[in-house]
């Protein structure tokens, strides 16, 4: 088998080449890494997360997610404070300028997405949302199989 030809890899490298597009709006403009893109996308979700539920959510892992989340600290976007009700956990929450901040980014990410997806016919882009929906299903049959837990996505 050619290594081009196998799903797994030209599912990675497409999906790579994508997030690299939205990388350098993101990185470029706001000076934001894509583990800091990803928290605080997550955090102006919710009006206030844990480091479990982050954890959870993205592909990340617990180093990845503290040093991001001390960084965006750092630049004054969220803010974190111990839970009281399980002191393991940090709780967090987005600024004023966070959100500020991600609302303009967003709005630039959320057009070069569209301006790279608008090269695709329509009947293919709905090819593809279905798509990946039955894989993501697929894969969450398999893990609710295996290990008796699904993940939130």
């Known amino acids: 088998m050619q290594l081009e030809t196998f799903f797994p890899y030209r599912l990675a490298i497409t999906a790579e080449a994508f997030s690299r597009q939205l990388v350098s709006v993101y990185g470029r403009a706001f000076g934001l890494t894509r583990e800091e893109w990803r928290l605080l ?29 001390q960084r965006l600290e750092d ?20 600024t004023d300028q966070g959100r500020d901040t991600f609302s303009r980014a967003f709005a630039e990410v959320e057009g070069r997405a569209a301006l790279i997806l608008g090269q695709i016919p329509p009947a293919d882009r709905e090819a593809l949302d279905r798509g990946l929906a039955a894989l993501m299903k697929a894969c969450q049959a398999i893990e609710e199989r295996e290990y008796g837990w699904g993940q939130d996505t």
């Not at 997550?42 to 503290?66: C, F, H, M, Y």
């Not at 630049?75 to 987005?94: F, P, T």
């Open 41 to 69: 996308f997550l955090i102006d979700g919710a009006e206030r997360i844990t480091s479990l539920d982050l954890a959870r959510r993205t592909t990340l892992d617990k180093v990845q997610i503290s040093r991001a989340a």
């Open 75 to 94: 630049k004054g976007l969220i803010s974190r404070v111990i839970d009281a009700e399980d002191r393991r956990l940090r709780l967090y929450s987005i």
